[in-house]
């Protein structure tokens, strides 16, 4: 063979060996040329699909959806990198249906391998929801779609699936839903609106509240829920709304307004209007959200609350309060020099009277009887208060101060009749104090309130039931009280204290029988100042029990000494307040002071003044008995002058009577007078009680009141109060008189 071709090609020649060997080149190029477009075309299709994929993962893992593919003929299962991060699991795990399985909630194995095999037994799609539980061991939800794929032949060869985790997309549409029923049950109105007004939620809520159904309203405008005055007010809620506006729409929070009912009742509501957006703030406005709640009950109770805070509860009056702001306001609008703002601080007199007499539910009833009568007295537009306790006020505008003394004695005029309180008379006269503002003296509220306040305590000083106007001396009378009450505490820690004694007389034979121990201030670097003075201040101000206490003391310790001394059974006579009297402790401190300073109780004499029965009578009486069944003597002082009655006279344990020096000082100016003298000594004989005359100053005293009987007198015409030194002396000598042969 070798020798036939180079015979054959020897005989082609030269040329045509040529011409082959260039065909066979041209082929080769050409085929080379075929070879690097496929692999050129080879390499795209790769890069493709390397692109399609790593898209495809990507889209996965944003998506959160994950990828898996079974192939029926090997059994070999795939899993995308997103379906092993929904499991949790490491990429290297080898995927199988087994792992699968076992990474779904043991609740839910079963239905999956049910729902995978209905896939392959039905040659459909399914699709379906699960929960997996991750390596880490947190629980997630999934939403699975399992599709069966056939060959050519239309053999079943393989099922691929999908998984997304749809755990919050799932919460979103849970809270979505129960938000909506939250809304659609909520007992608040709320509906929605488009910015035109035009109504297109409606909630039962709304249904309950404004009375419509939905589909009443439903495409209707707002307005029709609104009153005319609301509706027609510029500035009302359904207004906001417009998208007319630049904004597109207003929120409102917390509006109270007014809304109309389908039965015509009109509801005073709270209101939120939230504006709604396509998307948000930067997209379109669609309207608004109505959210109303009912405050009509709210209202009713601040209404409520607001009247008992500014109101007294009794009365039905203004409260100080309420007062204050009222005479504020009067005071503001002031406006002509003659022209005053007047404040009348009236307080009842004795009104304590009634309360420890008829018991509290009496006082109540009186004091809403007042509140009546100043009601009467006052005009349309003044202010009626009651302060508190027993205290009232009235504000009057434009008054002169003539108008303000005729409206105090029309107030006292219609005060001045008793209140029937279940079939007993009780009085309401008043004290009252006039306070005016005027141009010429600018106060404050509460500056004039207190200055009325002192013009009503100078009235009842002077004489109760009357009035007074505020003037600058009553302030200086009061801050000399201050004063004297700070001079009178420093004198009780500096003992400046001390005791005179005026001896009591039988008027038959001119014996001492006794003194009464009368209390006597050394006042520092300071003009001497009488009982009359003090003693008040000392009651008011509440020292009096703790000097008291020291009166009765020092009176019993020198009443003893005086019967060490001269053998006699000498009596001392002690003055008790009512504000001792009404102490807890005073029958236990009287009976102490005895033991202490050994004085026998028959030679001690406790004086009360008529003033004690305005208290707790009942009280006072079983006070009394106690010390009187202890051998300590009673005696009325100032007879005549206070509250006392026959009756009070024949239940109280007293031995005697004292009359008042007013009588006594009257006592020659005529016939009335003494037989006024001798009816008073005639009653205390009739009761069996011994009389004692105070303020006998002279001869012509003593006679007439022996011949009207008086046994015993007090006063200048025999001594004058002496201190104990003085007193000794008196009783020594009395002692040596009697002593030497007649």
């Given at each position: 063979a070798p020798v036939g071709l180079a015979v054959s090609t020897a005989r082609m020649g030269h040329g045509a060996i040529t011409r082959i060997a260039v065909a066979t080149t041209v082929t080769v190029v050409l085929v080379l040329v075929r070879i690097g477009w496929l692999v050129r075309m080879i390499t795209r299709a790769q890069s493709r699909l390397t692109a399609s994929e790593t898209m495809l993962t990507e889209s996965q893992r944003l998506a959160q959806v994950g990828s898996w593919s079974w192939d029926l003929t090997t059994g070999v299962m795939t899993w995308s990198p997103q379906f092993y991060e929904l499991l949790g699991l490491d990429p290297d795990t080898p995927a199988s249906f087994e792992r699968f399985i076992e990474s779904v909630h043991p609740d839910d194995r079963m239905d999956r391998v049910d729902r995978v095999q209905q896939a392959l037994d039905g040659w459909r799609p399914t699709r379906e929801r699960f929960r997996v539980v991750r390596a880490d061991g947190e629980t997630r939800?999934?939403?699975?779609?399992?599709?069966?794929?056939?060959?050519?032949?239309?053999?079943?060869?393989?099922?691929?699936?999908?998984?997304?985790?749809?755990?919050?997309?799932?919460?979103?549409?849970?809270?979505?839903?129960e938000l909506a029923a939250i809304v659609q049950y909520s007992h608040d109105a709320v509906f929605r609106v488009t910015p035109t007004g035009l109504v297109t939620r409606w909630n039962a809520g709304a249904e309950r509240l404004f009375g419509y159904r939905a589909d009443e309203v439903t495409g209707r405008s707002a307005g029709m829920l609104l009153?005319?005055?609301?509706?027609?007010?510029?500035?009302?809620?359904?207004?906001?709304?417009?998208?007319?506006?630049?904004?597109?729409?207003?929120?409102?929070?917390?509006?109270?307004?007014?809304?109309?009912?389908?039965?015509?009742?009109?509801?005073?509501?709270?209101?939120?209007?939230?504006?709604?957006?396509?998307?948000?703030?930067?997209?379109?406005?669609?309207?608004?959200?109505?959210?109303?709640?009912?405050?009509?009950?709210?209202?009713?109770?601040?209404?409520?609350?607001?009247?008992?805070?500014?109101?007294?509860?009794?009365?039905?009056?203004?409260?100080?309060?309420?007062?204050?702001?009222?005479?504020?306001?009067?005071?503001?609008?002031?406006?002509?020099?003659?022209?005053?703002?007047?404040?009348?601080?009236?307080?009842?007199?004795?009104?304590?009277?009634?309360?420890?007499?008829?018991?509290?539910?009496?006082?109540?009833?009186?004091?809403?009887?007042?509140?009546?009568?100043?009601?009467?007295?006052?005009?349309?537009?003044?202010?009626?208060?009651?302060?508190?306790?027993?205290?009232?006020?009235?504000?009057?505008?434009?008054?002169?101060?003539?108008?303000?003394?005729?409206?105090?004695?029309?107030?006292?005029?219609?005060?001045?009749?008793?209140?029937?309180?279940?079939?007993?008379?009780?009085?309401?006269?008043?004290?009252?104090?006039?306070?005016?503002?005027?141009?010429?003296?600018?106060?404050?509220?509460?500056?004039?309130?207190?200055?009325?306040?002192?013009?009503?305590?100078?009235?009842?000083?002077?004489?109760?039931?009357?009035?007074?106007?505020?003037?600058?001396?009553i302030e200086s009378e009061f801050t000399q009280r201050v004063e004297l009450e700070a001079e009178l505490r420093r004198a009780v820690?500096?003992?400046?204290?001390?005791?005179?004694?005026?001896?009591?007389?039988?008027?038959?034979?001119?014996?001492?029988?006794?003194?009464?121990?009368?209390?006597?201030?050394?006042?520092?670097?300071?003009?001497?100042?009488?009982?009359?003075?003090?003693?008040?201040?000392?009651?008011?101000?509440?020292?009096?029990?703790?000097?008291?206490?020291?009166?009765?003391?020092?009176?019993?310790?020198?009443?003893?000494?005086?019967?060490?001394?001269?053998?006699?059974?000498?009596?001392?006579?002690?003055?008790?307040?009512?504000?001792?009297?009404?102490?807890?402790?005073?029958?236990?401190?009287?009976?102490?002071?005895?033991?202490?300073?050994?004085?026998?109780?028959?030679?001690?004499?406790?004086?009360?003044?008529?003033?004690?029965?305005?208290?707790?009578?009942?009280?006072?009486?079983?006070?009394?008995?106690?010390l009187r069944d202890l051998g300590i003597r009673m005696a009325i002082d100032d007879f005549g002058t206070g509250y006392s009655s026959l009756r009070y006279l024949q239940t109280l344990p007293v031995d005697t009577v004292k009359i008042d020096r007013s009588f006594i000082a009257k006592i020659q100016e005529g016939r009335e007078q003494a037989a006024l003298a001798r009816a008073i000594v005639g009653v205390g004989h009739a009761l069996n009680l011994a009389v004692v005359a105070e303020g006998v100053e002279t001869a012509e005293h003593v006679r007439l009141l022996r011949n009207i009987g008086c046994e015993y007198g007090q006063g200048y015409h025999f001594a004058k109060p002496q201190d104990p030194a003085a007193v000794t002396a008196m009783l020594l000598s009395d002692r040596h008189a009697r002593s030497q042969p007649a």
């Open positions: 939800l999934m939403h699975a779609e399992v599709a069966p794929l056939a060959d050519a032949n239309g053999r079943q060869t393989r099922i691929v699936g999908t998984a997304q985790d749809v755990t919050s997309s799932d919460q979103a549409q849970r809270q979505v839903e009153p005319p005055a609301v509706l027609n007010d510029p500035g009302s809620w359904h207004l906001s709304i417009s998208s007319d506006l630049p904004d597109g729409g207003r929120p409102i929070e917390g509006l109270e307004t007014v809304i109309l009912c389908k039965d015509g009742r009109s509801l005073q509501v709270a209101m939120t209007v939230s504006p709604i957006w396509d998307g948000n703030r930067a997209g379109r406005y669609t309207g608004a959200a109505v959210i109303v709640r009912d405050i009509t009950q709210r209202k009713q109770l601040e209404e409520q609350l607001t009247k008992q805070a500014l109101h007294d509860p009794l009365t039905g009056l203004a409260n100080r309060g309420l007062l204050l702001r009222q005479l504020e306001r009067a005071i503001g609008r002031q406006r002509r020099p003659a022209e005053a703002v007047a404040l009348f601080f009236i307080d009842l007199d004795d009104f304590k009277l009634v309360n420890d007499m008829l018991g509290h539910h009496a006082g109540d009833q009186l004091l809403v009887a007042v509140a009546d009568r100043l009601r009467t007295c006052a005009r349309t537009g003044d202010t009626v208060a009651r302060l508190g306790g027993d205290e009232f006020a009235v504000v009057l505008e434009a008054v002169s101060e003539t108008d303000a003394r005729l409206f105090a004695g029309r107030l006292a005029a219609a005060l001045l009749p008793g209140v029937d309180l279940d079939g007993t008379l009780a009085s309401t006269r008043a004290s009252i104090g006039i306070a005016l503002h005027g141009w010429e003296s600018p106060d404050d509220p509460g500056t004039l309130l207190r200055k009325a306040d002192l013009a009503m305590y100078a009235a009842k000083r002077q004489d109760k039931g009357g009035y007074q106007i505020f003037a600058d001396e820690t500096e003992d400046e204290f001390h005791l005179h004694y005026q001896p009591i007389v039988a008027l038959s034979t001119g014996e001492i029988t006794g003194f009464e121990a009368l209390l006597r201030w050394n006042r520092q670097q300071r003009s001497p100042l009488g009982p009359d003075h003090f003693i008040p201040v000392l009651e008011s101000s509440g020292l009096i029990a703790q000097v008291g206490e020291w009166v009765l003391r020092e009176a019993c310790r020198q009443a003893a000494a005086w019967q060490r001394e001269t053998g006699q059974a000498i009596s001392v006579s002690v003055n008790v307040s009512p504000p001792q009297l009404n102490a807890p402790n005073f029958v236990d401190m009287v009976i102490a002071t005895l033991r202490q300073t050994k004085l026998p109780p028959a030679t001690l004499t406790l004086e009360i003044t008529e003033g004690v029965m305005v208290a707790d009578v009942e009280q006072v009486i079983a006070k009394l008995h106690q």
